[in-house]
């Protein structure tokens, strides 16, 4: 499903209309909002299903940003990698951003404004598992410092994992193969979670 609204483009597919009609009515708020008071700004929320397990969070969106992608310019191959790796396509994920705004300087929002946004959006998509790319978002996420190597935490009801951000392999090419390993082993991680779950549903039913 594609809308322009207010001169914003977002791409989101969704099964569920009354969660569409709730992320609309999020956008809105983030629309209008003003409470960094950056000139001439464009939002760019996220896109993929809103009917998923899995939503991916990056840090802000690409001031070059051409296609409405998140982690659609340079960082492109090495996050649609990720995502083979995983086990999943750009379409079965959420894709966002802590920061939901850029402008024509080349301006950012804040993080700290933008994150309480970012937790509604993660409240409406409601996800089992979020992945939090870059030391940006798991301090602002986490509010910890912790390494991005895959491992596991848990927030509120969601398990969350962390990696490094797609960018640090277009920097460093040496990370890339790091990179893969931390989505294989996010993989194993969402596997064994899903298959203990199912043990657990079994026995309640069962009893």
Do not use: W
């Amino acid at each position: 499903m594609t809308d322009i609204k207010n001169g914003t483009l977002f791409n989101v597919f969704y099964k569920d209309a009354k969660k569409y009609e709730r992320y609309k009515s999020f956008l809105n708020s983030v629309i209008s909002c003003n409470d960094c008071k950056l000139r001439n700004r464009v939002c760019l929320p996220g896109t993929g299903t809103i009917d998923c397990e899995i939503m991916c969070i990056g840090y802000a969106p690409s001031v070059h940003r051409r296609f409405h992608l998140t982690f659609g310019m340079k960082s492109r191959t090495v996050y649609e990698k990720f995502l083979e790796t995983l086990g999943v396509s750009r379409n079965e994920v959420f894709s966002s951003n802590l920061i939901k705004c850029i402008s024509a300087e080349s301006s950012v929002g804040s993080p700290l404004l933008c994150s309480r946004y970012l937790l509604e959006e993660i409240q409406i998509v409601n996800p089992k598992f979020i992945i939090l790319f870059g030391h940006d978002v798991v301090k602002n996420i986490l509010k910890r410092s912790v390494r991005l190597d895959g491992s596991q935490y848990k927030l509120n009801n969601y398990y969350v994992f962390v990696s490094l951000h797609p960018m640090a392999a277009i920097y460093d090419k040496s990370k890339l193969q790091y990179i893969l390993n931390i989505a294989q082993k996010i993989r194993i991680s969402i596997i064994k979670i899903k298959s203990q779950n199912t043990l657990i549903n079994n026995n309640m039913h069962s009893t």
